[in-house]
């Protein structure tokens, strides 16, 4: 077993939901990530997707699209990535011992680092799995068994327009948690969410024993709250980027504004 199946072992048999927030990695340095994601850890966080910064991201929107513009202008690279990761589980903290990190990777990245090498070095480093956004059902079964080899959790997305038999294919090709879309388009905060959203998940409940975490357009107490019955755990990601795009400016200010966004969004979850 993985460190997301025990996660989500635990959490099942606490009949408790996972908080999963989304930062991207080297925004605006691998130093600052670092002390984001010790925060995070400290804040009671389930687990944490560290975005891998791409210049052409096929899914998100104008908040994370930034937030990895900043990135490359940086030149942050995979292997800083890796290693900020590798010197945190290295410190030896508590809470972020019990954090599992996921990695949101373009298959681009992947494919040209290469397939072993990728997860290879990403569990050296300490991540337990990767979401892939772009890697299609019919073209993941390469990276499907390097994966399953190495149990290293590959987490797929079902989209609002996925056909139900293409959809149960994902998550047959699928390990650690489904990523179930909330909403069609890219990530962004939302006004409100889709009335339909609480059938479709439970449909695709009703089919696979994978656990399954909702994101894209969830930023407010009342969304986590709506989701929370019907997921196994919710994923925020454009509403803390955005709570942290100052960080450059004033680190302290940054770090805080993000701690309490998460510190309501926790609270919703378990309340």
Partial sequence: ?????????TLKAQNKKAFMP???AGDPSLAFTGKVLTRLAELGCSMAELGI???DPIADGPVIQASYTRALQ???KLS????TVADLRAAGSQPLAKMPLVSMVSYAIVHRHGLEKYVDEAKA?????AIVPDLLVEESEPFSKVCRVREFNLIQLVTPTTPPERALRIAESS???LYFVSVTGITGERTQLPVDLVDRVGWLRDRSSLPICIGFGISKP??????APVSDGLIVGSAIVRSLDQAAADESKALDSMSQLVTSLISALEN
């Fill in 74 to 76: 940086n030149k942050i």
């Fill in 53 to 55: 910064p791409y210049s």
């Fill in 80 to 83: 800083g990535i890796f290693q």
């Fill in 22 to 24: 989304f930062i991207t």
């Fill in 125 to 129: 480093s300490g991540f337990a799995g």
């Fill in 175 to 177: 390990s650690g948690f």
């Fill in 222 to 227: 009342e969304h986590v709250k709506l989701l």
């Fill in 1 to 9: 077993m993985t460190a997301i199946d025990d996660l989500f072992s």
